[in-house]
């Protein structure tokens, strides 16, 4: 009951802060503060209200038009229907690629990730803290500073172009097991592993019906992260594949805008940019309506006293 | 390199000795990660390593020459150029982009702002927005056929320059990153901020501070380890910079070369050159470099820590 009550509290501390106490902490509001962050607001916003007000128009309109305003005949749709179509529907190849890449590397990013946090934070066992400072070494250790190195290993292995050179470097996420760490440490009590270890439960089952449930925040903090990563992720896939079958959504739409310049290339300005509005928009969405966990993952990460 | 510096993190309090009979149970645990960990980063750095000590030669092939692919770069005038824009954009762009998420980090934490949800989540959201499109709006946006500079030179007779002319290009390339980051700054700090105890405010205004001395006194230094994990991913993000300027180079073809960036410069190297040790001495040269850096920010931050 004790234990029961504390690991609520300790959850309940690092997800949700939304209230503020009514007091000298709470002052009037000021417009001035708020036109100048408007101002922030606007230069953010615009890039995207730019691409957005650009997806309805036709590749003729987008040259002979205000780009902040709408022009021409709407095409939003048909410039989607077209985006789909163009080359043997190569557009839909590329999103189901990342979904691929997004689930099997994001998604086995962040199991390897609460694992590993997991048995950090309820175990000691030999060589623990050479892992431990390995771990938090990595963290600053860039991706992109890896690629080219990775790229010359995975050739000799034969796994150049292929959909696991793309996952296997996604599988290690330093950042997200530390995340998990953390959170595993505070919110859950050592004494209710105890319990359940002195009632006679396998490790395995003491994790998946305690563990699991009481770090499930900051599991789903760490799968937003790596979610974001793997979609996002430009640089590995350009250098590991070769064949535009195995690209995801960000390296497809950079050839994309690569070929319309070149010669003889048929202008798709339009669909580049709906193609881009497109890829934006799950991880826009997903970010918007999971923002109490990103929030409490960046809290729990970045402020520790 | 595996041995480079944390960001400041602190390792979680140890939780209390098992009995030997789970000695090994850990294991089973972190097994999975170290693995991969050891497959996907320890391996292709230590072979790295041994790439950059060789060198293929078209009589006699491959031959070891020690530290001599790093004494190349050293005096190679093109890896000089690479290491200055990203340098540039470190000493430049950086500190007006930490300086932008630090005000707005403040504005949100003084409860002063109308609507400050919207602000909280809007800002946020090029986060989310992959760096490849981030680069492709802002260069279509740049860009002189359709443009917006385009728009207002011909709607207001003005005679904006092009922000991809090889005058303004590193300030366009900087442009683009700090949208896609100040947002992602601003959270890490204003985080930060929000873990200072109530009652601390409430004893600053008995004892009668002013707003002013609140902020140097309590805010600051609230935020100064936030702000070093931020200013160590900016770091990072600042030299090994690739979609971006990878991205823009198909719109301005004259101005950014294909060694505009050391990353780019080893890309190029391995797929357009076939020069696999001299890149990969580049880029061993640039974890180097970050490793340093990154180290240096930690120093500097803990120094302060100590006063």
Do not use: C
């Amino acid at each position: 009951m004790n234990a029961d009550a504390r690991a609520v509290s300790a959850a309940g501390r690092s997800t949700g802060r939304k209230s503020r106490p009514i007091s000298i902490t709470t002052p009037r509001k000021s417009v001035l503060f708020t036109l100048v962050m408007g101002l922030m607001l606007i230069y953010t916003l615009t890039p995207v209200a730019w691409l957005l007000i650009n997806s309805t128009k036709t590749q003729n309109s987008l040259s002979s038009s205000f780009g902040l305003w709408f022009s021409g005949p709407f095409s939003f749709f048909h410039n989607i229907a077209a985006t789909f179509s163009y080359g043997n529907g190569e557009f839909l190849r590329w999103a189901l690629n990342t979904v691929l890449y997004v689930v099997l590397g994001g998604g086995g990013a962040t199991i390897l990730a609460t694992l590993g946090g997991y048995g950090l934070a309820h175990f000691t066992f030999p060589g623990k803290r050479a892992v431990m400072a390995i771990i938090i070494g990595a963290i600053a250790i860039p991706g992109t500073a890896l690629a080219v190195p990775a790229y010359l290993m995975f050739s000799k292995f034969g796994l150049t172009n292929t959909p696991w050179s793309v996952v296997i470097p996604s599988l290690i996420s330093p950042i997200g097991l530390y995340l998990i760490w953390v959170y595993a440490t505070e919110a859950i009590p050592s004494g209710l592993l105890e319990a359940a270890r002195l009632d006679g439960a396998s490790e395995l089952r003491i994790f998946l019906s305690i563990g699991f449930r009481l770090i499930l925040p900051g599991f789903v903090t760490v799968l937003l992260l790596t979610f974001v990563a793997t979609w996002n992720n430009y640089f590995l896939p350009l250098i590991m594949l070769s064949t535009p079958n195995w690209f995801p959504l960000t390296v497809g739409l950079s050839n994309w805008s690569n070929q319309a310049p070149s010669a003889g290339g048929q202008l798709i300005d339009n669909l580049v940019i709906t193609g881009s509005l497109l890829a934006i928009t799950p991880t826009v969405i997903v970010f918007l309506l999971l923002q109490r966990y990103w929030k409490a993952g960046i809290a729990a990460g970045s402020i520790k006293e | 390199m595996a041995a480079s510096p944390g960001l400041g993190l602190t390792t979680p309090p140890h939780a209390r000795p098992r009995k030997a009979r789970r000695r090994w149970t850990g294991w089973g645990f972190l097994g999975p990660f170290v693995l991969i960990f050891l497959f996907t980063l320890v391996a292709p750095v230590i072979y790295a390593i041994y790439l950059s000590l060789y060198r293929d030669k078209l009589i006699g092939g491959n031959s070891f020459v020690g530290l001599s692919n790093y004494l190349t770069a050293i005096q190679d005038p093109v890896f000089h150029t690479a290491l200055f824009h990203v340098l540039l954009l470190l000493f430049v762009q950086v500190p007006i982009m930490m300086a932008l998420s630090t005000m707005a980090a403040l504005a949100l934490d003084s409860s002063r702002l109308y609507v400050a949800s919207i602000f909280r989540m809007s800002l946020f959201v090029p986060y989310a927005v992959p760096s490849v499109v981030a680069a492709l709006m802002w260069g279509f946006m740049y860009g002189s056929t359709f443009g917006l500079v385009a728009n207002l030179n011909s709607a207001i007779h003005l005679h904006l320059p092009n922000p991809l002319a090889s005058n303004y290009v590193l300030a366009a390339l900087g442009n683009i990153t700090t949208w896609e980051f100040v947002g992602f700054n601003m959270i890490i700090l204003y985080s930060a901020l929000q873990s200072v105890p109530k009652d601390r405010y409430e004893a600053a205004a008995i004892d009668g501070a002013t707003k002013f001395q609140v902020i140097r006194a309590i805010k600051v230094p609230a935020m100064r380890r936030a702000l070093v994990v931020a200013l160590v991913f900016a770091l990072i993000g600042s030299f090994q910079l690739f979609a971006e300027p990878n991205v823009l180079k198909s719109l301005a073809p004259n101005t950014i070369g294909s060694a505009f960036t050391p990353n780019m410069y080893a890309y190029n190297l391995s797929f357009n050159g076939q020069e696999f040790n001299y890149a990969a001495a580049i880029a061993i040269a640039m974890g180097i470099i970050t490793m340093i850096g990154a180290y240096a920010l930690q120093l500097g931050g803990m120094r302060r820590d100590d006063r």
